[in-house]
């Protein structure tokens, strides 16, 4: 089959995000230059250069309530945001953590989390998730839309700063059969690591 990504599918539901996956999750944590903390997963993330170390994400839309997401209105107002990278384990958490909640209320407590200080930036990280990227903003680049109801912000990061625990540490290579990274399907799926395989390269 062929359809024209203008035109309807003619499927069951949009396959697009089920073609493109796995999707590792970005779960965003943010604070508001009037110190309001905030964390929301992101599928449309990826890491994107090695030197330095660049992450971006899309955060796309509006809350239902309207207005933009807070995480953008973080990372624009302050400049800084942390990945903490999520885990089978802490899928449960993740949910809960993308509900739309005001903003003035706070997704760690509501998801039972812990927000602990960051060494280089102000926003927080999850304390329970075994990585942490602390980021600063490159540039946010607004890309078009075609919906008049969604904006959609391609937010560029580079990471300043890694946390890593050693539980997720073997012979000084993250061991990802304990590590576990969640990964995101399409439609309500997600997939997590559990099998490595090696490939050398040609050359
Ligand atoms: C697994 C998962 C992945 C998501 N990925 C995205 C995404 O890539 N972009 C986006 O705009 N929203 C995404 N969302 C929805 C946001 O997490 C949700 O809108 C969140 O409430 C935004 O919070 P905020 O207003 O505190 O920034 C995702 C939700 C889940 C559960």
């Known amino acids: 089959m062929f359809y024209r990504a203008d035109e309807h599918h003619g499927m069951k539901h949009n396959?697009?995000?089920?073609?493109?996956?796995?999707?590792?999750?970005?779960?965003i944590s943010t604070r508001s230059a009037d110190g309001l903390i905030n964390l929301a997963p992101f599928s449309y993330f990826n890491a994107v250069t090695d030197f330095p170390p660049t992450v971006v994400f899309g955060c796309n839309g509006t809350k239902p309530a309207g207005g933009g997401k807070d995480t953008a209105d973080h990372v624009r107002e302050t400049g800084e945001f942390v990945v903490n990278m999520c885990t089978y384990?802490?899928?449960?958490?993740?949910?809960?953590?993308?509900?739309?909640?005001?903003?003035?209320?706070?997704?760690?407590?509501?998801?039972?989390?812990?927000?602990?200080?960051?060494?280089?930036?102000k926003a927080p990280r999850v304390k329970e998730a075994p990585a942490n990227l602390e980021c600063r903003l490159v540039q946010i680049v607004q890309l078009r839309s075609n919906n008049p109801k969604v904006t959609n912000n391609l937010v560029i990061g580079e990471v300043v700063g890694v946390h890593i625990d050693e539980s997720i540490v073997k012979d000084g290579m993250i061991d990802m059969t304990v590590y576990h990274p969640l990964a995101?399907?399409?439609y309500m799926d997600y997939t997590y690591v559990e099998k490595v395989f090696a490939m050398d390269r040609p050359d």
């Open 15 to 27: 396959p697009f995000k089920a073609l493109v996956s796995p999707r590792p999750i970005g779960w």
């Open 89 to 121: 384990e802490l899928k449960d958490q993740m949910n809960a953590s993308s509900a739309h909640l005001p903003r003035d209320q706070d997704e760690f407590a509501a998801a039972g989390l812990t927000a602990a200080d960051c060494e280089l930036v």
């Open 184 to 186: 995101r399907l399409g």
